[in-house]
């Protein structure tokens, strides 16, 4: 059975960092590669990170948080990361991870959440200002 579970929300104040965690079970982080996608209410889930299933390329389509997010895994341990810096109000939202069904990695899959599958529930990230 496969389990994805993120971790690592809260409520934060504007300019502070916070590190998510995703955690899988029955499925190996290196087996795919794998993202970070977010949503808020009314929208659709935008893409904000991918990394190949080496955990080598990387890729952050959304330019609102270019150079201030950063993805990694540690397969080791079965977990995905995404550390986030500066954050800002415009941050707030639900953040999910999930695996590249194709079995490739495609810097365009990282915009459209149709590619991927196993999806955690989510995790809530608040920035006050």
């Known amino acids: 059975q496969v389990q994805v579970m993120e971790s690592g929300g809260g409520v934060v104040q504007a300019g502070s960092s916070l590190r998510l965690s995703c955690t899988t079970s029955g499925i190996r982080p290196d087996w795919y590669s794998m993202a970070w996608f977010r949503q808020t209410p009314g929208k659709e889930r935008e893409g904000v990170a991918c990394?190949?299933?080496?955990?080598?390329?990387?890729?952050y389509p959304a330019d609102s948080v270019a150079g201030r997010i950063t993805i990694s895994k540690d397969s080791a341990k079965n977990t995905l990361y995404l550390q986030m810096n500066n954050l800002k109000t415009e941050d707030t939202a639900m953040y999910y991870c999930a695996t590249d069904l194709s079995g490739g990695f495609y810097h365009y899959h990282c915009k459209d959440q149709s590619h991927y599958g196993h999806w955690g529930q989510g995790i809530q990230v608040g920035v006050a200002p």
């Open positions: 990394i190949d299933w080496k955990g080598i390329d990387t890729y």
